[in-house]
């Protein structure tokens, strides 16, 4: 009885988790700079994987295995933000521009200030 | 006492990534986890903090809902047709001043709706945040005051 109840669950989890998983990949290739792209990566991204690997450890009724993916639910939620503010910080830092229409930029002395270390 | 809590944590996460929860297995993901803590104790310094059981479930909730919200809404933007970005990085005024407070606000931040940190200042009073939407960043700043920085505060002092 419980059994294909938990496939279905298992099922619908792991479509939701395909969907964001492609929204992340299409926000990707639409949207116009890292930074912004950073966040479909980051976000879409992160929650497709999480749903993915929770649907493995309601459909894997194995205490191993569910134990295993719930971790990888926990990692995913704290190093994806880690390594996105390291990309976006490493991006700014290096100089690469906001894109054209951005309406703001209070990092902008902060630039000058390494780029000046730089070529010294 | 929070080292204490450390190890525990460390030898619950060893016992869930090796998926055997029997006692000599918890007893070996103890001895792991105090000999990692011994391993960075200079990079670690000092941790002292109060603890809220309560209050840390209660962020951990609010997070799993914005998580979700904010996944939605960056699917919605991209998806449709005519994407309506005003896209900027704005300066927020952190009140929480230790490490691990910044670094669990900078986390948080970016894994909600539209916001993503960039860098903190070097004295740590300014948490830089790119917003996907910075037509108004008076009341992303105001968001993030009364939701997560409050309830880090709450949870942790």
């Known amino acids: 009885m419980i ?8 099922g619908i989890l792991i479509v939701i988790g395909a969907i964001f998983a492609l929204v992340a990949s299409v926000g990707l290739l ?8 950073m966040h479909a990566a980051s976000k879409a991204g992160t929650l497709g994987s999480c749903v993915m690997l929770i649907a493995l450890a309601v459909q894997s009724q194995d205490l191993a295995i569910s134990t295993r ?12 933000p880690i390594s996105s503010h390291l990309l976006a910080k490493a991006a700014h830092a290096s100089g690469y521009r906001m894109w054209d229409k ?5 990092i902008e002395g902060f630039v000058q200030k390494t780029k000046k270390i730089t070529r010294n | 006492m929070t080292i204490y809590l ?27 986890g105090s000999l990692t803590l011994y391993l960075v104790r200079e990079q670690r310094g000092p941790f002292r903090s109060a603890f809220r059981p309560g209050k840390v479930l209660s962020l951990a909730l609010l997070f799993v809902k914005e998580l979700i919200l904010s996944a939605w809404r960056v699917a919605r933007l991209v998806v449709s ?8 990085i704005f300066a927020y005024p952190l009140k929480v001043d230790r490490d691990f407070e910044i670094t ?16 903190v200042s070097d004295d740590k009073r300014l948490l830089y945040v790119h917003a996907i939407d910075c037509s ?3 009341a992303a700043i105001k968001d993030i005051e009364t939701g997560f920085e409050r309830k880090i505060l709450e949870a942790f002092r």
């Open chain 1, 69 to 80: 993916a719930l971790a990888g639910v926990i990692f995913f939620l704290l190093t994806v």
């Open chain 2, 6 to 32: 450390g190890v525990i944590l460390l030898a619950l996460a060893w016992a869930a990534v090796t998926g055997s929860f029997t006692f000599p297995n918890l007893v070996f993901g103890l001895v792991l």
């Open chain 1, 102 to 106: 951005s309406v703001r930029d209070d």
């Open chain 2, 81 to 88: 047709p005519r994407m309506d970005l005003r896209p900027g």
């Open chain 1, 3 to 10: 059994e294909p109840l938990l496939d279905y669950v298992a």
């Open chain 1, 30 to 37: 639409r949207l116009p700079d890292l930074y912004t792209r």
């Open chain 2, 104 to 119: 669990l606000l900078a986390n948080l931040i970016t894994l909600t709706p539209g916001t993503l940190s960039v860098d």
């Open chain 2, 136 to 138: 108004d960043p008076e």
